[in-house]
């Protein structure tokens, strides 16, 4: 019983082992040029800065938004809620401190994104096409 069971584990290992090479190979072997490779990488950096932003301050990108009531990231629109809200909130006219903050976080984190946005704007334009 004991070796039918072992030869199960080992054929399945095989298996998955198989599977995942050929899978590899197939994702090395889309040919990939240097402006789309730039492009990629760019766009992986671009996805690490945004994850670590989220991190620092603790509010992700979709939470900062809803906070700020903002769909788009558009400056102006974006410093225009966050003045009302700041001031809404403010602890002397019977506001929350601890809402005054949330807002606070908001703002950076969408300042922290507008400003991820505007360096792979500028590494885009840097980019020469192909």
Known sequence: MAKYLAQIIVMG?????????????????????????????????????????????GLSLQEAQQILNVSKLSPEEIQKNYEHLFKVNDKSVGGSFYLQSKVVRAKERLDEELRIQAQEDREREQTPPT
């Open 13 to 57: 290992a095989q298996v998955v082992g198989r599977a995942f090479a050929r899978a590899l190979r197939q994702e090395f072997a889309v040919p990939c040029g240097r402006a789309s490779r730039a492009a990629a990488d760019a766009r992986g950096r671009a996805g690490h800065q945004s994850a670590a932003a989220s991190n620092l301050s």
